[in-house]
Nanobody, 121 residues
Framework: QVQLVESVGGLVQAGGSLRLSCAAS????????MGWYRQAPGKQRELVAA???????NYADSVKGRFTISRDNAKNTMYLQMNSLKPEDTAVYYC???????????????WGQGTQVTVSS
């Protein structure tokens, strides 16, 4: 069994910063790609940022230059540093990790519980 636990989001003013974390625990053999997604009210879930197990990253155009994704493989933890936040960044943020469990040959996608980030203007 694998679980992802996200840190609590919060309410910040426009221009402010916030850091999210997501820790995986359980019967983990390895973790491949990791990603942060978000879903605003009335909108589809979208990919915000992703990072491979080799450290390569990619970002949605809307967050490039403002958000930074990182990972600590020793702790099975990923982070999203969000700077220069805008009201349009308001959403529920979800983490995703592609995990190979200890037993079995396949990888599976696991999701965090979601955390609310609200940016006031």
């Amino acid at each position: 069994q694998v679980q992802l636990v996200e840190s609590v989001g919060g309410l910040v003013q426009a221009g402010g910063s916030l850091r999210l974390s997501c820790a995986a625990s359980g019967s983990i053999f390895s973790i491949n790609a990791m990603g942060w997604y978000r879903q605003a009210p009335g909108k589809q879930r979208e990919l915000v940022a992703a990072i491979t197990n080799g450290g390569s990253t990619n970002y949605a155009d809307s967050v490039k230059g403002r958000f930074t994704i990182s990972r600590d493989n020793a702790k099975n933890t990923m982070y999203l540093q969000m700077n220069s936040l805008k009201p349009e960044d308001t959403a529920v943020y979800y983490c995703n990790q592609r995990v190979k469990p200890l037993f079995g040959a396949h990888e599976y996608d696991y999701w965090g519980q979601g955390t609310q980030v609200t940016v006031s203007s």
